[in-house]
Nanobody, 130 residues
C-alpha cells in the first residue's frame, strides 16, 4: 500500500505563490508517473500536472506557465520520493484541495489512458483570496 502525504497548502492572496509537497512511500523509478490533482467545491477532481518516470511533464491548460511539477529521487532511500508543485501567480479559481497520486497507463478499449492508481490521501487545502 503506497502512502501519500500532501503538505504545503494554505491561504494566499491572488498573485501569490505556494509550494506543495507530496511524500510517497514508493520510488518513482518503479512507477509510471506521479500526478497532482485538485478538487474544488462542487466540482470533479481534475489532473493539474503529471511527471513521468522519465521526467516528462504535462499540465492542464489553466495552469500552464504558472505551475511547475518536479521531484526528488531519494538515492539513499530508494523506496521513497517527493514530488513538488510550485504554484505561482495564483488565482482565486485555483482554490481547491490538492492531492497527489501514483499514475499509470490503463487499457481503455483499443487505447491506453492515464489514471490515478492509489488511494486518495487527505490532500492539502489551497485557498486563494484577498
Amino acid at each position: 500500500q503506497v502512502q501519500l502525504v500532501e503538505s504545503g497548502g494554505g491561504l494566499v492572496q491572488p498573485g501569490g505563490s505556494l509550494r506543495l509537497s507530496c511524500a510517497a512511500s514508493v520510488s518513482i523509478l518503479s512507477i509510471d508517473a506521479m500526478g497532482w490533482y485538485r478538487q474544488a467545491p462542487g466540482k470533479q477532481r481534475e489532473l493539474v500536472a503529471r511527471i513521468t518516470r522519465g521526467g516528462s511533464t504535462n499540465y492542464v491548460d489553466s495552469v500552464k506557465g504558472r505551475f511547475t511539477i518536479s521531484r526528488d529521487i531519494h538515492l539513499r532511500d530508494i523506496g521513497k520520493n517527493t514530488v513538488y508543485l510550485q504554484m505561482n501567480s495564483l488565482k482565486p479559481e485555483d482554490t481547491a484541495v490538492y492531492y497527489c497520486n501514483v499514475d499509470g497507463l490503463i487499457a481503455d478499449g483499443s487505447r491506453y489512458r492515464w489514471s490515478p492508481l492509489g488511494s486518495w490521501g487527505q490532500g492539502t487545502q489551497v485557498t486563494v483570496s484577498s
